[in-house]
């Protein structure tokens, strides 16, 4: 988000947070932007457009979230990004990222409850949780709640995009496997972690039934777009019924959206980012407790797309990236953390459907790399 709407005019004030010093933080929607429908716009002394990396304002907005530290720079990284992030340094030379969140919704956002939880836990796989912004507005219909608009942790300087180290090394044929099966014991302690910490619940038959539900919905919505899917469609259902039909382990929090491009990489090890997960869920299906395995199975997707990146020459590096994630994950947790086996195989297939979809609709060059996967899930 630029650091001052393009008219001002068009931003239908939602709600204003008081952050002292003659600062305030708007709550907002531009409507002439529908991409990014909620903003956050800094004020001084009723000035329109403040610049959002102004260190007095940064310094101010910290004091409302209860971070210390005397403020010394602020710049908002730039690039494509669901949310707006200033990164903040910090007199004594460590720095912080203030993540202003652009959809906001009443309640606990889980980025902010999952690094929290996890940063106090002291997971060194987490950057350092240092605050958030808790703020009050009316939601579209009028009724007031309480949320989150922003948080601000460590940044995490020099480290790589996990998307771009596996991506170079698939295309380069380089082996990724002790990289991946760091990052699957790196996972299997996230979760851990994560249930120890955050109630867990057992799977009642209604639950299952309404996941198995889900996953044939977006089979049908996928196969509308994807004709070809019908003719594995007896397979994919074999597969649901399935795991519908094995008991199911503990549902506890997880991350929610798990992929390459939510992680990096510095100093040989897995630093995991972004707990908000999928967007485009509610935050009431993004906060309920879930198999560990819907993780696992994100996962693997991504190593797919790692290996297919660099125009489809590495699928023997994503089937040893895979199994050496796998390996990572079981040496952690045990081997009965992967199981059962069926219920794996079914969260991997309804992200391969979904994946068909996307690319069917946004990127129809990519669509093959579901399509094939889908293929060999249903292969066995």
């Not at 496997?177 to 760091?182: E, G, H, M, V």
């Not at 790692?306 to 952690?332: I, K, N, P, S, V």
Request: charge should be negative.
């Amino acid at each position: 988000m630029a650091a001052r709407p393009r008219d001002a005019r068009s931003l239908r004030v939602v709600a204003e947070v008081p952050l002292g010093d003659g600062y305030a933080l708007r709550l907002g929607v531009d409507e002439e932007d529908p991409r990014h429908p909620v903003h956050q716009v800094a004020r001084r002394d009723g000035a329109e457009g403040e610049p959002l990396d102004e260190p007095a304002f940064i310094a101010a907005l910290f004091g409302a979230m209860g971070v210390p530290g005397d403020v010394a720079s602020a710049s908002v990284l730039s690039g494509e990004q669901t949310n707006t992030s200033i990164v903040v340094g910090l007199a004594d030379g460590s720095e912080l990222v203030v993540k202003l969140f652009r959809t906001v919704q009443h309640g606990e956002n889980p980025d902010v409850e999952l690094q929290c939880v996890l940063s106090e836990a002291g997971a060194e796989f987490v950057p350092r949780f240092a605050g958030a912004l808790v703020a009050e507005w009316p939601d579209a219909a009028g009724e007031v709640g309480r949320g989150h608009l922003a948080i601000a942790q460590e940044f995490v300087r020099g480290a790589t995009d996990g998307w771009v180290l596996a991506t170079r090394a698939a295309a380069a044929a380089v082996d990724f496997a002790d990289q991946a099966r760091a990052l699957g014991a790196t996972t299997a302690r996230m979760h851990e972690v994560l249930a120890a910490r955050l109630p867990t619940v057992g799977a009642t038959p209604v639950e299952v039934a309404t996941q198995a539900a889900l996953w044939r919905t977006r089979f049908d919505d996928a196969a509308a777009a994807v004709p070809g899917l019908v003719a594995a469609q007896d397979a994919i259902e074999s597969a649901y019924e399935a795991a519908a039909e094995v008991p199911w382990p503990a549902l506890q929090r997880i991350h929610g959206d798990l992929h390459l491009g939510q992680l990096l990489h510095r100093d040989e090890r897995w630093i995991v980012l972004d707990f908000e997960g999928e967007p485009l869920r509610g935050l009431a299906e993004r906060t309920a407790p879930e198999p560990a395995l819907r993780d696992v199975a994100g996962m693997l997707r991504s190593f797919d797309y790692a290996a297919a990146a660099d125009g489809g020459h590495a699928a023997g590096w994503g089937a040893a990236a895979r199994a050496a994630y796998l390996d990572g994950y079981r040496d952690a947790a045990g081997a009965a953390a992967l199981e059962p086996a069926a219920l794996l195989r079914a969260f991997e297939l309804d992200k391969a459907v979904y994946e068909a979809l996307y690319e069917a609709r946004h990127r129809p060059d990519w669509l093959g790399i579901p399509v094939a996967a889908i293929e060999r899930l249903v292969a066995g």
